[in-house]
């Protein structure tokens, strides 16, 4: 079934003013995984339990499971792969260099790369990312029907932001099992949190609101995802704050 993204993101400016110590700052976990890839699985385990547990202190993990695409051919397809998160995974290439894409791999705030399953590593660059300026984003999620709208504001913007901006809105779904049949996994049951549905990209330009409508595919569980808003930088892929929401 084919299915439409329409979009939105109301964005408002204000102040560059840091946020109170008391308000956890979203740090945002991106996994570039697959279901094809042995050493995989305690990575996803890794993102599923800093998604549940939320155990580091004064940080909102927003977790991102993104399952590429380049596993597909080599035994077994997995069923979450998609072709943007092969993209973004390339993407983040510029940054770390072209020897840095591989499986598992985790990226913090766009701004650290480790092995996925490096729990300590993971730990503390999320600890580190947790310290760093973040703009402030509100996001409200409603569901209409089989049909999703969101609205996202930036109420505060760190004042070193030095280059443009992208919003990007991101699906996920979790509480996902898969039974693997052949590849590296054959025969494994495997769970995964956060998977990424969709994403989509818009320009930030002050005060010109503009609108988000994503119609949802029906083998989705809205029950069982979230909406996340991310603010990253063009240049330096900087993830410069982030916000989530489960849909309701």
Not at 120 to 147: C, F, N, W, Y
């Amino acid at each position: 079934m084919r299915w439409v993204l329409l979009a939105a993101v109301a964005l408002s400016w204000s102040g560059g003013q840091p946020a109170p110590a008391s308000r956890p700052v979203p740090v945002v976990v991106e996994l570039f995984t697959s279901e094809g890839c042995s050493s995989c699985p305690p990575a996803d385990s890794l993102l599923a339990k800093l998604a549940n547990e939320q155990s580091v202190p004064g940080v909102e993990v927003v977790a991102l499971g993104m399952h590429v695409t380049y596993w597909d051919r080599l035994g077994w397809k997995d069923p979450a792969s998609l072709d943007l998160a092969t993209a973004r995974q390339q993407s983040y290439s510029r940054v770390f260099g072209e020897d840095r894409v591989y499986t598992p791999q985790a990226v913090v705030d766009g701004q650290e790369e480790l092995v996925g399953s490096d729990q300590s590593g993971v730990l503390r660059a999320i600890e580190k990312a947790g310290k760093q300026p973040h703009a402030r984003l509100l996001m409200t999620a409603v569901l209409d029907g089989a049909a999703l709208d969101a609205q996202v504001t930036i109420a505060e913007l760190p004042p070193d932001v030095k280059e443009r901006l992208d919003v990007k809105l991101v699906l996920t779904e979790g509480r996902l099992t898969s039974i693997v049949k052949r590849g590296e996994n054959s025969g494994r049951t495997l769970q995964h949190e956060a998977v990424v549905r969709a994403v989509l990209d818009t320009k930030v330009v002050a005060d010109q609101p503009i609108a988000f409508r994503v119609k949802l595919r029906p083998e989705w569980r809205a029950d069982r995802m979230r909406a996340v808003a991310v603010l990253q930088g063009t240049r330096t892929l900087r993830i410069w704050g982030a916000a989530t929401t489960p849909l309701k």
